[in-house]
């Protein structure tokens, strides 16, 4: 029997990056979809063209597209030359919670249900790794095959190239791993091969019918016996699982490590996490129907603000490696336009690295260097949010809108007749032992008589971090699969080309100190409160927040910490940072800790080498401890992004470090080069809590 040769046409769908994301839906409703359309209707045997759902879905209930044209795209899917995968499009899995991971599942299944298919493959490209989390949720769509296209320099997870990955329910799917976003695959003892004629980032289908022909004549050449058909990851799925029982099994995480670059933008991760939270409120008293009209419009939008695409190319868009200083940044983003050296005997060291990592001649490209324009990519992604809000009834709108704009009020003043805490003075409250160091955070907790916090350990401490130069050499030297071919735009996405050429862009941590502080109790109820500064010199170079307050409110018969950090007045600032918030305790038995993604609880002690042993987002339980001391949790609610043992940015080594050693929250960072937003200026909330229902001992 003939080998058969699958080739499967597709291109990976950005919304955003390569250019605004309006423009970029744009040009697939005007121009990539007609013309996949087209070739499938003069090639039928030699075409298929597959896509995530949602593309699919949006161009059918598009109201700009013609009706002739949405029945063309219908005709094409009778005849199989345009095919949909089924997940809808490539996200941050870890970002999502599981009813929404479900809805994205939900646009397959009913393109299946009303065009009679059965999609049973699917694919994410570009982000390196997700979470075993997904795996029951698509094996119960139907799911049996998912391909993962790894960005050509990025790490990629010690997994095998195919296997079963088998969630701790005993469901599973087989995982096909590439290198890149998509590449042939042939092994010895199976009939069937992958070819993957795979455009990168929104460069489309085959720009026409020659270009198709002249690709099978090639193949057929270079696999004389072999049968080279046109396909779908369906068909390939089919003979893969058939295999299923000779692959490898995986029971362990992979997790997303490009997942720190969600927290690049607080305001917009807080208010989707608000908005996440409503609609649950709203589905559990039965005030939202799952599957109603407005729940798909609400979800869809929500389901956007996870997809991978956060912002423009750093590369075109900002290919300015000079204006990192505080000043010097305010200067050229009030200049706007990025202008560029063209005499090669004055060019200094940015105007090298603009010459190498873009076309400074670029005429097209002249418009599009620009502050405005790049601000304007992510102003973009937070819309999604206005139109999810805009999508709900009238009652639930005004409660999406209240929700969301409570969190933006003034500092008000300390009351100074209230006691002010002393640092170091040990605090008892019926049950609570507690002690504040000169940050504002808890450096001694106990409760019910177990010791929480070990020594050098906070709960609640911010801290301030900057990065350098031998921070991302470090990293790109264990994380980057840099060659000769990638390093012009992967040392720009991955890093912060320039800054070794500023002496005061050096690492190092800081912590504010506190100017003003309260406690009171009320009952059953204490109440600190903080407020913190950085230096003067420190506000004037690194543009951190001129106002900060720290709110503890300790239930004492509960046996609840609920705490919030408010920040005002930070400046944006392109040098690399981190805002963290320390939320450690100390536990008997650390490997009991189990954190939640997408809403089911996973060891962070297994997770595969080459995945993220760092850093992973977690859903509203958080962390949760069950041992000695009793049941303990850790939340965040409004800052996803946790790192267990150390601040794990841009530390790549493959450690899993005890979570006694630390557990942090990433507020914020800019560490990315490329994609997600490079400042941030905001006034934020960020809410934080712990349950600490310890046995007495």
């Known amino acids: 029997m003939k080998k058969k040769l699958h080739v499967v046409f597709k291109t990976h769908l950005d919304i955003g990056f390569t250019d605004l994301a309006e423009r970029v839906t744009t040009q697939y409703l005007d121009d990539f979809i007609p013309r996949a359309l087209a ?18 879905d949006y161009y059918l209930n598009h109201p700009e597209v013609a009706k002739e044209d949405k029945a063309r795209m219908e005709q094409a899917i009778k005849n199989g030359t345009i095919k949909w995968h089924g997940l809808p499009v490539t996200t941050h899995t870890e970002l999502m919670d599981r009813r929404l991971f479900e809805y994205g599942l939900s646009i397959s299944k009913e393109l299946d249900l009303t065009y009679k298919q059965q999609t049973i493959a699917a694919k994410m490209t570009d982000v390196p790794g997700h979470s075993i989390a997904i795996i029951p949720l698509m094996a119960e769509a139907g799911l049996k095959y998912l391909h993962i296209g790894v ?16 969630a701790k329910d005993g469901s599973e799917i087989v995982v096909h791993y590439a290198q890149d976003y998509g590449e042939t695959f042939m092994r010895d003892g199976w009939q069937d091969m992958l070819y993957f004629a795979h455009s990168h980032d929104n460069q489309g289908p085959p720009k026409d019918t020659a270009e198709v022909t002249a690709l099978f004549a090639k193949l057929v050449e270079e696999y004389p016996d072999v049968e080279v058909v046109a396909s779908s990851l369906d068909e390939f799925a089919t003979a893969a699982w058939a295999k299923k029982d000779t692959l490898p099994v995986i029971e362990e995480e992979i997790a997303d490590s490009w997942i720190h670059g969600v927290s690049s933008d607080p305001k917009k991760i807080a208010d989707y996490k608000i908005l996440l939270d409503l609609r649950d409120s709203w589905i559990d008293s039965g005030a939202m129907v799952i599957d109603s009209q407005e729940y798909k419009d609400f ?57 190498i990592s873009t076309n400074i001649e670029s005429q097209s490209d002249a418009n599009r260097r620009s502050y405005r324009l790049y601000e304007a990519s992510w102003q973009e992604q937070r819309d999604y949010l206005h139109k999810a809000i805009a999508a709900l009834n009238e009652e639930r709108r005004q409660e999406a809108l209240e929700a969301v704009d409570s969190k933006r009020s003034a500092i008000t003043p300390l009351e100074t007749s209230i006691e002010a805490v002393i640092p170091g003075k040990t605090y008892q409250f019926a ?17 019910n008589g177990h010791r929480l916090l070990k020594d050098g350990k906070e709960f609640g401490k911010l801290s301030y971090e900057r990065f350098d130069f031998a921070n991302y050499s470090n990293f790109l030297s264990k994380y980057s699969r840099l060659t000769r071919w ?58 951190v927040p001129k106002q900060i307050r720290l709110t503890y409110q300790i239930d004492l018969i509960r046996k609840e910490i609920v705490g919030s950090l408010k920040w005002n007045s930070k400046e944006a600032n392109r040098m690399p940072e981190a805002y963290w918030l320390e939320t450690s305790l100390t536990v008997a038995n650390p490997y009991r800790w189990q954190m939640a993604k997408l809403n089911e609880k996973l060891s962070p002690y297994d997770v595969v080498e080459n995945g993220n042993r760092n850093m992973h987002a977690l859903t509203k339980e958080g962390l949760t401890y069950q041992g000695i001391e009793g049941n303990l949790s850790i939340q965040s609610f409004d800052a996803p992004v946790f790192s267990f043992g150390r601040r794990g940015l841009l530390l790549f080594d493959n450690q899993q470090p005890s979570l006694n050693d630390g557990i942090y929250v990433n507020l914020f960072n800019n560490t990315w080069g490329t994609n997600f937003p490079a400042w941030f200026e905001d006034d934020m909330l960020f809410r934080f809590g712990a349950k600490l229902a310890c046995d007495k001992n």
Do not use: C
Request: aromatic share 12%; proline share 3%; no cysteine.
């Open 299 to 355: 979800s869809e939008q929500l389901m956007l603000i996870a997809e991978h695409t956060w912002g423009g190319n750093g590369n075109v868009f900002l290919p300015d490696y000079r204006n990192y200083r505080i000043a010097d940044f305010k200067a050229a983003r009030a200049k706007d336009k990025i202008t560029f050296n063209h005499d090669r005997t004055t060019m200094d060291f940015a105007d090298l690295m603009s010459l």
């Open 431 to 447: 049950g609570f032992s507690l002690a504040f160091s000169t940050t504002g955070g808890m450096n001694k907790l106990e409760v």
């Open 151 to 166: 960005n050509a320099s990025s790490a990629i997870p010690n997994v095998p190239e195919m296997f079963v990955w088998r």
């Open 39 to 56: 070739i499938g209707e003069a090639l039928p045997t030699k075409f298929v063209w597959t896509t995530g759902s949602w593309l699919i």
């Open 486 to 543: 990638t390093s012009s735009w992967a040392l720009v996405d991955f890093a912060k080309r320039g800054i070794e050429a500023y002496q005061e862009i050096r690492h190092e941590v800081l912590m504010p100190s506190i100017a003003r502080s309260s406690m009171k109790q009320l009952a059953d109820v204490v109440d600190v409160e903080f407020d913190l500064v950085f230096t003067a010199y420190e506000q004037a170079q690194w543009g």
